[in-house]
């Protein structure tokens, strides 16, 4: 994530804030099943793979180090992920040689020639790529993928990237990208400049800025979750109807609720006397 990304931005007159969807769906959700399986596993690789380590730890320090080991892996698969999309929107925008992290570039490779074999296959024509898309009625907004045209239908995308093969017993997409594609898919207005993102306690959000520019937000036939893995590349299809857009609002109002609403759900406390 970027300096300008991580900054904390004091709304102006002008401007709103707006909670980011993935933020509201870990705020509404927590993590889901599989992320949580992911995690065990990652700390469960970590430990028997550095036993020898961990050996000459005391309990409370192995714990603590296989932990933040865990986190390590955590950030790996995020600037995986994130390299793997800046390949992605090169190739929209016709680059003619994704910019790949050299330090990454020997781990990316495999899921970006997955990705380039999908789309010679389906000569999808883009429409647009990584645009901040913002809803002012429901108050939040998102980096929507992208939109391309595919044999006369026009969908949304999202990439969701995966060390797992398709023999996988799990990988995605999961249940909340089909609520995270209908938040995207019912915005009102795509930023035609680039997005005001930034973080604040880990959690994403967005300024919008009524001075500049918008556009209103293109409808499409449907929406895909293009997997990608080392392995293979395939575009899963997803619902974005009524369904997963009402879903999606109701865990709009768990967020709030878990965000601060809470807090008047509890009253004075009832003390036993002192003995």
Known sequence: MTAAEQQIAIPSASTERLWGVTTLLN??????????YWHCEQTATICL?????????????????????????????KARGTEVHRAAEAIALGAPTPLIDSALAAEIKPYVDQLVRWLETWKPVFVMAEAPVYNLTFRYAGTCDGIFEIAGRTFMFDYKTTPKGPDAKSRPPYSETALQLAAYAHAEQVGVLSQQRYTDRQQRYYIYDETIEHEPMPKVDGALAIVVSPFDCIAVPVSIGEIPWASFRHALEVAKWNESGYRQAFGAQLIAKKP
């Open 27 to 36: 705020m509404a959700l927590g993590a889901g099943p599989g992320l949580v």
């Open 49 to 77: 793979d550095r036993r020898s380590t961990i050996d000459t730890m005391k309990r409370d320090e192995a714990i603590k180090w296989a932990v933040d080991k865990r986190w390590e892996a955590t950030e790996r698969a």
